[in-house]
């Protein structure tokens, strides 16, 4: 399986990553990818940008070092009602908008149903395409509730890479989650999650756990821009 994108990557803009927008993207077309989301950490997190960072990237070209680059985010869950860290009107100019649970921002929970009704509620926030890490499990979730939800909304539920490093723990509910995108035929993506230039594309992890579960690759949005390309215009139909 070929993954041609990385949809969650950090520049130094995240005031705990190392590389700029330019290394990024040159180390992604070294890699063979075709397209990358920047989606550095929402204003919550200690170090972030300020949210008027998020609006500027419509500065930055569409394409980098011949790789095309989503303006994006991996904007913070500040509470338990699905609350985000960027205002809609910041979130509507940005490409692509993953949001997660964050240690450093949202204390986490060991309360399944007050986990599973945050996501769902962020879920179902129009401006987020998909879930960063959602198999953390710092905060457990019912993950077919959560399965049926991204499904329901048209929303993805990423298989981050790096959690098989930092999210210690993460990958039996990875595999769970994978195994019900499957049973449901809904898609996922593959992140990186890339702090160096030196990762971006690493999907060694990923890869694995969706090959155990004999996850379909027609069902992983990275394995083709033709298929980011349509995400995007179904996104752009609907009004956002
Ligand atoms: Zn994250
Ligand atoms: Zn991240």
Same mark, same amino acid.
């Given at each position: 399986m070929k993954l041609v994108i990385d949809t969650h990557t950090h520049t130094i803009a995240s005031g705990h990553a190392f590389s700029t927008i330019q290394e990024m993207a040159a180390a992604a077309a070294a890699k063979g990818l075709r397209m990358i989301a920047t989606t550095d950490h929402g204003p919550a997190m200690e170090g972030a940008p300020i949210a008027m960072f998020f609006s500027a990237l419509l500065m930055l070209p569409d394409v980098i070092s011949g790789v095309r680059v989503l303006r994006g985010v991996e904007a913070n869950i500040t509470d338990? +009602?699905?609350?985000? +860290?960027? =205002?809609? !009107?910041? /979130?509507?100019? /940005?490409?692509?908008? &993953?949001?997660?649970?964050?240690?450093?921002?949202?204390?986490?929970?060991? +309360?399944?149903? #007050? $986990? @599973?009704?945050?996501?769902?509620? %962020?879920?179902? *926030?129009?401006?987020?395409?998909?879930?960063?890490?959602?198999? $953390? =499990?710092?905060y457990p979730i019912d993950i077919p509730a959560v399965t049926r939800a991204a499904g329901e909304h048209g929303k993805?539920?990423?298989?981050?890479?790096?959690?098989?490093?930092?999210?210690?723990?993460?990958?039996?509910?990875?595999? !769970? &989650?994978?195994?019900?995108?499957?049973?449901?035929?809904? =898609?996922?993506?593959?992140?990186?999650?890339?702090? @160096?230039?030196? *990762?971006?594309?690493?999907? @060694?992890?990923?890869?694995?756990?969706? #090959?155990? %579960? $004999?996850?379909?690759? #027609?069902?992983? /949005?990275?394995?083709?821009v033709r298929k980011m390309a349509k995400f995007l215009e179904d996104k752009r139909k609907r009004g956002l």
């Open positions: 338990y +009602d699905g609350g985000l +860290d960027l =205002p809609p !009107r910041i /979130l509507r100019l /940005l490409d692509f908008v &993953i949001a997660g649970f964050h240690e450093v921002v949202l204390p986490p929970s060991n +309360d399944m149903a #007050k $986990n @599973t009704d945050a996501l769902i509620k %962020v879920i179902a *926030n129009p401006y987020v395409d998909a879930i960063s890490h959602p198999g $953390n =499990p710092g993805l539920l990423e298989i981050n890479n790096n959690s098989a490093v930092v999210r210690i723990g993460s990958e039996e509910n990875c595999r !769970r &989650i994978a195994a019900a995108c499957r049973d449901l035929e809904i =898609p996922v993506v593959c992140g990186s999650d890339a702090h @160096t230039s030196f *990762n971006v594309g690493s999907f @060694t992890h990923s890869i694995n756990i969706l #090959k155990g %579960v $004999n996850f379909p690759e #027609k069902l992983v /949005l990275n394995t083709s």
